[in-house]
């Protein structure tokens, strides 16, 4: 009887345990990404640090930082940004825009029409998720043509409307509309 009694403490220490560890290992997996939005948390990494492309007379190569597929199957884009404010950029638009185009062209599956933009902080502990809504793969096209007319000489370069970008330009010297 003492023996029996042992065995069923054995089985229920040895139950316990593992009820435990499956406790702690789920805890772990949906710790994993946590500042993910709500959207995203049932979501799984589908692409992550991949080069994709589009084809046509004009090409868009873009590296996507994560792609995530919901239950539905349809992809959604997230851009990793480290900065010193809390701020989503309109190159970060343009940027997750390329990627979705590119994303639609090598794979002809759904991306979804926004995208996150995850600010993280220079101390690494603030973290926070934007939606932004994207470009059309048409805008898209249009600012690819526009980059290449402009990089060919086809078009002349204007001054940008945003305060300061002109000064930090690369191309200021060279462009006509430099004040």
């Known amino acids: 009887m003492t023996i029996d009694l042992l065995a069923i403490g054995a089985a229920l220490v040895a139950?316990?345990?593992i009820v435990v560890w499956w406790t702690r290992r789920t805890h772990r997996q949906l710790d994993v990404?946590?500042?993910?939005?709500?959207?995203l948390?049932?979501?799984k990494l589908a692409y992550a640090e991949r080069l994709f492309r589009t084809d046509g007379p004009i090409r868009v190569s873009a590296r996507v930082d994560r792609v995530y597929r919901d239950r539905a199957?349809?992809?959604?884009?997230?851009?990793?940004?480290t900065?010193?404010?809390?701020?989503?950029?309109?190159?970060?638009?343009i940027?997750?825009?390329a990627q979705r185009a590119a994303?639609?062209?090598t794979t002809g599956e759904t991306v979804s029409a926004h995208a996150y933009v995850l600010v993280q902080g220079v101390d690494v502990r603030s973290r926070r998720a934007h939606r932004v809504e994207l470009l059309t793969e048409a805008q898209v096209d249009a600012l690819a043509a526009r980059r290449h007319a402009l990089l060919s000489g086809a078009i002349a370069a204007r001054p940008t409307c945003a305060d300061g970008m002109c000064k930090n330009?690369?191309?200021?010297g060279p462009c006509r509309g430099y004040r």
């Open 41 to 43: 948390q049932a979501a």
């Open 83 to 93: 900065r010193g404010r809390d701020a989503v950029y309109p190159s970060d638009v």
């Open 73 to 81: 199957g349809r992809l959604t884009l997230v851009e990793l940004k």
């Open 95 to 97: 940027e997750l825009s």
């Open 103 to 105: 994303v639609i062209a």
């Open 15 to 17: 139950l316990a345990l």
């Open 169 to 172: 330009c690369q191309f200021a």
């Open 33 to 39: 990404d946590p500042w993910l939005p709500r959207e």
